[in-house]
C-alpha cells in the first residue's frame, strides 16, 4: 500500500465521520421535534447520507487495497453534493434558518461538496466515464422531485422554497425545476469532463514510467 493510498483513505474515512457527526445533530434534533421524517426528506441530508457511505467505503478500501467504491456511484454522490453545495450558495444561503446548528450547516452544505469534488480530482476514475453513462445519475433527483411534490400536498410542507408552488404556483416550480436540472447536467459533463482527462494524465505518466524501466532490459 502507498503512502498515498493511505491518506486517501484516511480522510475519506475522517470526512464521513464528521458528516455523520453533523447528520446525527441534526436528527437528533429534528426526532425531539417531532419531524424526523421532514429531516429525511430533504435532497441535502440525502446526499450527504450517500456521501458517507461512499466515503466509509472507499476509505477503508483504500486502506486495506479492496476493491474501491464504483466509479458510477462515486460521481453520483459527487454530483449530488456538488449540485447541493451550487444551489445552497446560490439559492438558499440567504434563508433566516435559526433552528439550523450553524457547524452542521456548515458540514452538509459546504464541507462535504467542496471535498468530494476534491476527491474526484484526487484520485479520478478508474476508466474514462462517458456522460451518456452519467445520465443514470439524473434518476434519483427526478424521483425525489416526483416524491416532493407528492408529498407535499398531502402534509402541508416542502423542504424548499423553489419546490413549494403554494406561494408562486407550479410554473413557479417548473421554472425552479429546469434550472436545477440544468445545474445537474452541467455538473454531471463537468465530472465527466475532469474524471477523463485526469485518467488520461495519469495513464500518460503510468506509461511514461514504464518505457524506462523496459529500455533498461
Known amino acids: 500500500m502507498t503512502a498515498g493510498a493511505r491518506a486517501i483513505g484516511a480522510y475519506r474515512i475522517a470526512i464521513a465521520l464528521l458528516a455523520a457527526t ?24 440525502e446526499s450527504n447520507l450517500l456521501g458517507v457511505v461512499v466515503f466509509l467505503v472507499g476509505g477503508f478500501s483504500a486502506l ?46 459546504r464541507v462535504t461538496p467542496l471535498l468530494f469534488a476534491a476527491d474526484w480530482l484526487i484520485d479520478p476514475p478508474r476508466r474514462p466515464l462517458a456522460f451518456p453513462r452519467a445520465l443514470a445519475w439524473l434518476v434519483f433527483p427526478l424521483l425525489y422531485l416526483l416524491y416532493t ?18 406561494e408562486h404556483g407550479y410554473l413557479h416550480v417548473a421554472v425552479g425545476g429546469i434550472i436545477v436540472t440544468a445545474a445537474f447536467l452541467a455538473a454531471a459533463a463537468l465530472l465527466c469532463w475532469a474524471g477523463t482527462l485526469l485518467y488520461a ?17
Open 149 to 166: 411534490l407528492v408529498r407535499g400536498p398531502i402534509v402541508g410542507w416542502y423542504p424548499y422554497p423553489f419546490l413549494d408552488p403554494r
Open 64 to 109: 486495506t487495497g479492496r476493491r474501491p467504491v464504483p466509479d458510477l456511484l462515486r460521481g453520483a454522490a459527487a454530483l449530488y453534493l456538488v449540485v447541493t453545495g451550487v444551489v445552497y450558495a446560490v439559492a438558499l444561503a440567504q434563508y433566516d434558518t435559526p433552528q439550523v446548528i450553524p457547524w452542521v450547516n456548515d458540514v452538509v452544505h
Open 201 to 217: 494524465r495519469r495513464l500518460r505518466a503510468t506509461t511514461t514510467a514504464v518505457k524506462p524501466a523496459h529500455s533498461q532490459r
Open 22 to 45: 453533523a447528520l446525527g445533530f441534526n436528527a437528533y434534533r429534528s426526532a425531539l421535534s417531532g419531524v424526523l421524517v421532514n429531516f429525511f426528506s430533504y435532497f441535502t441530508i
